[in-house]
């Protein structure tokens, strides 16, 4: 079990571009194709824009044509938490950080054959970290 990191709302809303802020504290989505990483190719690991956790690894990126960052898996399993989502009239399963619990996207089972899971992730919720 990871260390958690606990803030207040306050605390978030202060910190945060208020972009990350919706995105991660208010489980907020980017229009599909705006966002910095979905098309990025680039070698390096993806963290988290809240925390600094590091969530996802260039290598299982792939191009799902969605417009937005897409993953074959998270960089460790237990970098991330899922949780069922039933707004907007969908059940879906939410991604959330497992250490500061920002919501960062929704995992879909229609993911390339490693895994067969699509980790369907806000750009606004990443950062990234270019590989040496
Ligand atoms: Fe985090």
Redesign the pocket.
Known sequence: MKDK?SKTDAQWRDELDPEVYRITRQKGTEFAFSGRYWASKTPGKYL?A????ELFDSEAKYDSGSGWPSFSAPADPAAVEEKTDRSHGMIRTEVL?S??D?HLGHVFPDGPPETGLRYCINSGALDFREED
Not at 50 to 53: I, P, T
């Open positions: 990191i988290c809240a925390c600094g956790e950080c250490r500061c920002s």
